[in-house]
């Protein structure tokens, strides 16, 4: 038989951590709350017949958030056959608020006490034994990360699947609360009988949705109930449940833990948020760690190790692959077209973007350590205090730093977001940041147009373009399209970890394998399309000024003419980044790579394409590269922006919005640019 076992818990409890240790899957793990935002099912590595499932973290059964209520819904609604609830060990008062309400759906749990390591670092003693009594339920204490415990974290868990073991029923209401859920029970008569005890207590605690599933009938029956419950409870049910609640919670950590330091103790963490999170160094600490990220990425050596790797990489795939597969090609005798296309168009297309993939990589590990040691959620925090004043939540900010990695996760991200105009507003802005595929757009035009100059300046400057873009456009949509009130930001700051190299390696390797993935696939196919539409029309092979799509990019090109790029190749370049941003680059290497030879393009330095000077200057390059920034994201961002949204209007509105705010700044880019340069 087959069985289900659910991981609920709180925000990083630690949850996708267990979830990736006992399933072997590689699910994004970060460090700060609302890191998974949608249910993920695995297999037990141990026991096939086991499904496990993942969900995103909740603070209670009475869900505020989208993604909060995926969680809730599975756990009440689809019933897994048990329940194993991560506890953060090291704020055991604030979970077990969530665990006294999965103890109330009577579905089969086990406790699963995380972080058991850096309780032991403080030096706290928790009663196992004590505490599992209290609650009426195993409790087993385990270290996700290193996957202490887990076996039997799994014999327990299994156990009580099979067993079907409900947990015992608490005994932590007054009597009037008490006698209250009994009525309302008893009048829930048609509900089964294991839902009864939650859905007369989520009654009580006047939620909308069990109230609202209720017959007319029953409804006004149970309102009674709850009206006279209200006169002996202060007025508020819900607010006397919550207080018992936590009564009962602070009489159980009094008497199952033992903290070595009771009262206030400073830890690291809080010392070095003095000084990140201060008032007044800590924007300029972010400008400056985000630079040092870049420089490590792109900078001179000796910290420039991505432009080191690149240069390995390059100096391979331009001289011993391209020699070795162009003299093999001569001497099977290749026709010239065939040795055209692998030569021109392939290779020179893949080169392109397979140049930039030790820079990517090294980004991303370099995002990856920033993510997992908890220092983004403290940008974000940081992010909320100045603008909240200009009506935007901090919250935005998870998505936005999230989308320097790839667009689609981070308008997932936006899920967490509370209501749907901060939600809808988030993910029209989101796009604007610059996601990994765009890198290799800068890159190229960094070594083609600007060699002698400060390259990692020119690249981080558009990165922080695309992040002013999306703050300001934020802004206006806040005070024009998106009026009213910003949602409270409400997220609990993350202890700073140190992440383990596994996790970062996890990440990174994600990431590129997605682009090793793309570059195989799509951006393959796209180059060999690009390379046929530019060499032939409908006479044959043709040169490429004559080509289908020459004709083609002429057609449209007229609308970026006023941006300073309005010739038939750029034009092109743009079109095919819609189908994935690396593609400009690909594309750009088939129709400037071809004309020269392939020793001095290397000579030149690592990904530079020289017939690109003749079309672009230094600031028209600028603007190119500003507008493929902020325009339209690829199409499967586009995707992910219908799923989210859930309206197609709503996603041709924001891909209009970002179309205009690309042209226009663009416009601004060049027309600026050249007064002053
Ligand atoms: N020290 C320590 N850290 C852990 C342990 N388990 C998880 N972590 C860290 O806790 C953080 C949160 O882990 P996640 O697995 O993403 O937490 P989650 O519960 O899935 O979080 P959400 O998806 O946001 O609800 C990460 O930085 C993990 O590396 C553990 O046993 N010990
Ligand atoms: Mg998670």
């Given at each position: 038989?087959?069985?289900?076992?659910?991981?609920?818990?709180?925000?990083n409890?630690?949850?996708?951590?267990?979830?990736?240790?006992?399933?072997?899957?590689?699910?994004?793990?970060g460090n700060w709350p609302g890191v998974?935002?949608?249910?993920?099912?695995?297999?037990?590595?141990?026991?096939?017949?086991?499904?496990?499932?993942?969900?995103?973290?909740?603070?209670?059964?009475?869900?505020?958030?989208?993604?909060?209520?995926?969680?809730?819904?599975?756990?009440?609604?689809?019933?897994?056959?048990?329940?194993?609830?991560?506890?953060?060990?090291?704020?055991?008062?604030?979970?077990?608020?969530?665990?006294?309400?999965?103890?109330?759906?009577?579905?089969?749990?086990?406790?699963?006490?995380?972080?058991?390591?850096?309780?032991?670092?403080?030096?706290?003693?928790?009663?196992?034994?004590?505490?599992?009594?209290?609650?009426?339920?195993?409790?087993?204490?385990?270290?996700?990360?290193?996957?202490?415990?887990?076996?039997?974290?799994?014999?327990?868990?299994?156990?009580?699947?099979?067993?079907?073991?409900?947990?015992?029923?608490?005994?932590?209401?007054?009597?009037?609360?008490?006698?209250?859920?009994?009525?309302?029970?008893?009048?829930?008569?048609?509900?089964?009988?294991?839902?009864?005890?939650?859905?007369?207590?989520?009654?009580?605690?006047?939620?909308?949705?069990?109230?609202?599933?209720?017959?007319?009938?029953?409804?006004?029956?149970?309102?009674?109930?709850?009206?006279?419950?209200?006169?002996?409870?202060?007025?508020?049910?819900?607010?006397?449940?919550?207080?018992?609640?936590?009564?009962?919670?602070?009489?159980?950590?009094?008497?199952?833990?033992?903290?070595?330091?009771?009262?206030?103790?400073?830890?690291?963490?809080?010392?070095l948020d003095k000084i990140l999170t201060n008032r007044i160094l800590a924007i300029p600490l972010f400008a400056g760690i985000m630079y040092l990220i870049?420089?490590?990425?792109?900078?001179?050596?000796?910290?420039?190790?991505?432009?080191?790797?690149?240069?390995?990489?390059?100096?391979?795939?331009?001289?011993?692959?391209?020699?070795?597969?162009?003299?093999?090609?001569?001497?099977?005798?290749?026709?010239?077209?065939?040795?055209?296309?692998?030569?021109?168009?392939?290779?020179?297309?893949?080169?392109?973007?397979?140049?930039?993939?030790?820079?990517?990589?090294?980004?991303?590990?370099?995002l990856?350590?920033m993510e997992?040691s908890g220092y983004m959620a403290r940008v974000a925090f940081v992010m909320d205090r100045i603008f909240r004043r200009f009506g935007l939540s901090g919250k935005s900010f998870i998505p936005l730093l999230m989308g320097f990695g790839?667009s689609?996760?981070a308008l997932?991200a936006s899920r967490t977001l509370e209501n749907?105009k901060d939600r809808?507003l988030t993910m029209m802005i989101t796009p604007f940041m610059s996601?990994?595929?765009?890198?290799?757009?800068?890159?190229?035009?960094?070594?083609?147009?600007?060699?002698?100059?400060?390259?990692?300046?020119?690249?981080y400057?558009?990165y922080f373009l695309g992040l002013a873009v999306a703050i300001l456009s934020g802004i206006i949509l806040s005070k024009?399209?998106f009026?009213?009130d910003i949602s409270n930001f409400i997220m609990e700051l993350p202890?700073y970890?140190?992440?383990?190299?596994?996790?970062?390696?996890?990440?990174?390797?994600?990431?590129?394998?997605?682009?090793?993935?793309?570059?195989?696939?799509?951006?393959?196919?796209?180059?060999?399309?690009?390379?046929?539409?530019?060499?032939?029309?409908?006479?044959?092979?043709?040169?490429?000024?004559?080509?289908?799509?020459?004709?083609?990019?002429?057609?449209?090109?007229?609308?970026?003419?006023?941006?300073?790029?309005?010739?038939?190749?750029?034009?092109?370049?743009?079109?095919?980044?819609?189908?994935?941003?690396?593609?400009?680059?690909?594309?750009?290497?088939?129709?400037?790579?071809?004309?020269?030879?392939?020793?001095?393009?290397?000579?030149?330095?690592?990904?530079?394409?020289?017939?690109?000077?003749?079309?672009?200057?230094?600031?028209?390059?600028?603007?190119?590269?500003?507008?493929?920034?902020?325009?339209?994201?690829?199409?499967?961002?586009?995707?992910?922006?219908?799923?989210?949204?859930?309206?197609?209007?709503?996603?041709?509105?924001?891909?209009?919005?970002?179309?205009?705010?690309?042209?226009?700044?663009?416009?601004?880019?060049?027309?600026?640019?050249?007064?002053?340069?």
């Amino acid at each position: 038989m087959n069985y289900s076992i659910a991981l609920a818990g709180n925000p990083n409890s630690g949850k996708t951590t267990l979830f990736n240790e006992l399933t072997g899957s590689k699910q994004h793990v970060g460090n700060w709350p609302g890191v998974t935002v949608d249910k993920k099912e695995g297999t037990y590595r141990k026991n096939k017949e086991i499904t496990i499932l993942d969900l995103p973290g909740t603070y209670s059964l009475s869900p505020y958030s989208a993604e909060e209520i995926v969680a809730r819904d599975y756990i009440v609604k689809e019933k897994p056959h048990a329940v194993i609830n991560i506890v953060d060990a090291t704020s055991i008062e604030r979970n077990l608020y969530l665990t006294l309400q999965i103890l109330e759906t009577q579905i089969p749990t086990v406790i699963a006490l995380n972080m058991m390591d850096e309780v032991e670092a403080r030096g706290d003693i928790i009663d196992i034994n004590k505490l599992s009594k209290l609650l009426g339920v195993k409790v087993v204490p385990i270290v996700a990360r290193s996957g202490r415990g887990l076996k039997e974290l799994m014999e327990v868990a299994v156990d009580v699947a099979k067993a079907a073991k409900k947990p015992e029923v608490l005994d932590l209401f007054d009597d009037n609360i008490s006698s209250a859920v009994s009525k309302i029970e008893e009048l829930l008569d048609d509900a089964k009988a294991e839902e009864r005890l939650w859905k007369a207590i989520k009654i009580l605690e006047g939620d909308e949705i069990v109230t609202n599933s209720l017959s007319e009938p029953v409804k006004v029956s149970a309102e009674k109930v709850v009206k006279e419950a209200e006169k002996h409870a202060d007025g508020d049910t819900e607010a006397k449940i919550a207080d018992l609640r936590y009564q009962f919670i602070s009489k159980t950590v009094k008497v199952a833990v033992k903290k070595k330091n009771t009262g206030h103790v400073e830890t690291t963490s809080d010392k070095l948020d003095k000084i990140l999170t201060n008032r007044i160094l800590a924007i300029p600490l972010f400008a400056g760690i985000m630079y040092l990220i870049f420089a490590i990425t792109f900078g001179e050596s000796p910290i420039g190790v991505g432009v080191w790797l690149q240069t390995i990489v390059t100096d391979f795939w331009d001289g011993p692959l391209t020699t070795a597969i162009e003299e093999f090609l001569v001497n099977a005798g290749a026709a010239d077209w065939a040795l055209s296309l692998v030569i021109d168009g392939i290779l020179a297309g893949l080169g392109g973007i397979i140049s930039f993939l030790p820079q990517i990589l090294v980004l991303f590990l370099l995002l990856s350590f920033m993510e997992d040691s908890g220092y983004m959620a403290r940008v974000a925090f940081v992010m909320d205090r100045i603008f909240r004043r200009f009506g935007l939540s901090g919250k935005s900010f998870i998505p936005l730093l999230m989308g320097f990695g790839c667009s689609v996760p981070a308008l997932m991200a936006s899920r967490t977001l509370e209501n749907e105009k901060d939600r809808r507003l988030t993910m029209m802005i989101t796009p604007f940041m610059s996601c990994g595929a765009k890198l290799p757009i800068y890159l190229m035009f960094a070594a083609t147009l600007f060699p002698n100059d400060n390259q990692t300046l020119v690249v981080y400057s558009i990165y922080f373009l695309g992040l002013a873009v999306a703050i300001l456009s934020g802004i206006i949509l806040s005070k024009t399209l998106f009026k009213g009130d910003i949602s409270n930001f409400i997220m609990e700051l993350p202890q700073y970890r140190i992440p383990t190299l596994r996790s970062v390696l996890i990440h990174a390797w994600d990431k590129l394998k997605g682009f090793a993935i793309k570059a195989g696939t799509v951006i393959f196919a796209s180059t060999v399309l690009i390379w046929l539409l530019s060499n032939f029309n409908f006479s044959g092979m043709v040169d490429m000024e004559d080509s289908f799509l020459a004709s083609i990019g002429n057609t449209f090109a007229f609308i970026f003419a006023p941006l300073g790029f309005g010739n038939w190749r750029a034009t092109v370049g743009t079109f095919t980044g819609f189908i994935a941003k690396e593609n400009i680059v690909s594309t750009f290497g088939v129709l400037f790579g071809a004309s020269e030879d392939v020793a001095t393009a290397a000579a030149e330095g690592a990904g530079a394409l020289p017939g690109v000077t003749e079309i672009f200057t230094k600031v028209s390059a600028y603007s190119y590269m500003a507008f493929n920034l902020l325009c339209m994201p690829c199409f499967a961002a586009v995707g992910a922006i219908r799923r989210e949204m859930g309206s197609l209007k709503w996603t041709l509105r924001t891909v209009g919005f970002q179309m205009l705010t690309a042209w226009v700044v663009a416009f601004l880019v060049y027309n600026i640019g050249n007064l002053i340069f």
